[in-house]
């Protein structure tokens, strides 16, 4: 079992930034794929960025390229993503989960183990 605890979720203003958290309670989280969803009111749940075990590769939904980083430390079991010129529509609930599998998976039920969720809202 792994427990994830996301922070740093929060009300910005478009153009700025934030950074998420997530906490993992084990430490074989060097061994867990890692992925940031997000879910706005009405809209599905869609995958925001991944990251390998290793950190050395990361997957990122279109609509983020450029702006959102996605990064881990093993060492401190800590995923972020550092999100950058916000925009309205990144306003949702974010999610981290964690996918046992080797591979990078872009379907939530693919993961394995769900955060409580951090809001992030973006005031136009």
């Known amino acids: 079992q792994v427990q994830l605890v996301e922070s740093g979720g929060g009300l910005v203003q478009a153009g700025g930034s934030l950074r998420l958290s997530c906490a993992a309670s084990?430490?074989?989280?060097?061994?867990?794929?890692m992925g940031w969803f997000r879910q706005a009111p009405g809209k599905e749940r869609e995958l925001v960025a991944a990251?390998?075990?290793?950190?050395?590769?990361?997957y990122y939904t279109d609509s983020v390229k450029g702006r959102f980083t996605i990064s881990r430390d093993n060492a401190v079991t800590t995923m972020y993503l550092q999100m950058n010129s916000l925009k309205p529509e990144d306003t949702a609930v974010y999610y981290c989960?964690?996918?046992?599998?080797?591979?990078?998976?872009?379907?939530?039920?693919?993961?394995?183990?769900w955060g409580q969720g951090t809001q992030v809202t973006v005031s136009p």
């Open positions: 990251v390998s075990w290793s950190g050395g590769t990361t």
């Open positions: 989960a964690a996918d046992r599998s080797p591979l990078i998976g872009l379907n939530g039920a693919e993961y394995d183990y």
């Open positions: 084990r430490r074989t989280f060097n061994s867990y794929v």
